[in-house]
């Protein structure tokens, strides 16, 4: 397998010192399964690596195993990382998958569904560095549960200015499109609760069973945590597709400023409130209120801003402002990329 076909570029190649070029295809905790030139093999993580407290690899990171055993022993720094809030109380980052290109945030057509969500897994997507891309699933039971899909197709388009495709896995409807957003070598990720779907749309891309499906609760549509391994399957395409567990909650791993970018129709009626920090929270004279938005739109955005909020004044400096330096580099590169095309 040629390295490049896995996503090696020259941001890597320029990182690469001794050891051999692999990339993790699948991590559990302490399990890796890595791809290299010469095929899959499972790795460990070196000793060296562990004491510095240096990067633990995860899903989509390149690294270097040692010449004579399949053992990591460097993580290359990464392009783009997507990670949330860990779950619970504790302030610190927890990665989900690294180096991705594009992320698919996949939410069912059916009594599951929730645009506050999808707000949400925006502003994760925004803040990784990666495409967003929405993708409303199991279209073949929107009428049956009083969704329209167009409209929701055109409001979601409005405000998420990213690609939104309503799409049925299981029936096959509407993937013809999906390819056509990445390029051969790119990595895409899914991203969603669980039962949305996500493996069924491995499954169909791949043309084969390949990940295990699990039925969804009859009362309220959601699944059983099927998924329990992040795993990364070569498209047909040439393109790399990670298959993740449903999330149960995805709290913000981001800076106050970064939810903005997500919100632009709010921040731009928000240039009129009466105060400069408004924060649209009662305050008199305060344009968002009186806009028409979409109340819950607006609620959602004042709720992820006093999480964000929050998060700034109770996190670690030192680590925030690492994810800071981090995000400036990533977005250096994703105004180059601009600038030089996709
Ligand atoms: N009607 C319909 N059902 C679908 C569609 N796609 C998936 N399903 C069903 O939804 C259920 C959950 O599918 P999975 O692919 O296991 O969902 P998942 O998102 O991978 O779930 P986790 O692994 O638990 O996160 C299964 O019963 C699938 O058959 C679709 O397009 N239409
Ligand atoms: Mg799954
Ligand atoms: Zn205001």
Redesign the pocket.
């Known amino acids: 397998m040629q390295l490049e076909k896995l996503g090696w570029n020259g941001f890597f190649a320029s990182q690469a010192r001794a050891g051999v070029p692999a990339r993790v295809a699948s991590a559990t905790r302490e399990h890796f399964l890595v791809w290299t030139e010469n095929g899959e093999v499972e790795a460990s993580v070196s000793g060296q690596v562990r004491r510095n407290g240096s990067t633990w690899p995860a899903v989509g990171d390149w690294v270097a195993l040692r010449p004579d055993a399949p053992v990591i022993q460097q993580v290359f720094e990464r392009r783009t990382v997507l990670s949330r809030k860990h779950p619970g109380h504790a302030m610190d980052e927890q990665v989900l998958a690294t180096n991705i290109d594009a992320l698919f945030i996949?939410s069912?057509l059916d009594g599951d569904y929730n645009e506050r969500r999808i707000e949400r897994y925006l502003v994760v997507a925004r803040q990784s560095g990666a495409r967003p891309v929405i993708l409303l699933?199991?279209?073949?039971?929107a009428e049956q549960y009083r969704i329209d899909v167009g409209e929701v197709v055109a409001r979601l388009r409005h405000w998420s200015g990213a690609p939104v495709l309503a799409?049925?896995?299981?029936?096959g409807d509407g993937l013809e499109g999906l390819a056509d957003l990445l390029a051969p070598g790119e990595t895409a990720a899914l991203i969603?609760?669980?039962?949305?779907?996500?493996?069924?749309?491995v499954n169909r891309l791949l043309g084969q069973s390949r990940?295990v499906?699990?039925?969804?609760q009859a009362d309220d549509n959601r699944?059983?945590?099927?998924?329990t391994v992040r795993s990364m399957f070569i498209m047909p395409g040439g393109w790399l597709l990670i298959?993740m567990?449903?999330l149960r909650e995805v709290q913000l791993w981001a800076s106050p400023e970064q939810l903005d970018a997500s919100f632009e129709d709010v921040r731009e009626i928000a240039q009129a409130c009466r105060f400069r920090d408004c924060t649209h929270n009662d305050e008199p004279g305060c344009a968002v209120a009186a806009s028409g938005l979409d109340e819950d739109r607006i609620e959602n955005y004042r709720k992820m801003q006093r999480e964000l909020d929050y998060l700034d004044r109770k996190t670690d400096k030192r680590l925030m402002s690492e994810t800071r330096a981090r995000w400036k580099i990533i977005h250096k590169a994703m105004r180059k990329k601009t600038k030089d095309g996709w």
């Open positions: 996949v069912g699933n199991k279209s073949d039971l799409v049925s896995a299981a029936a969603g609760s669980s039962g949305v779907g996500k493996s069924t749309l990940q499906i699990g039925e969804v699944g059983r945590h099927t998924t298959d567990p449903g």
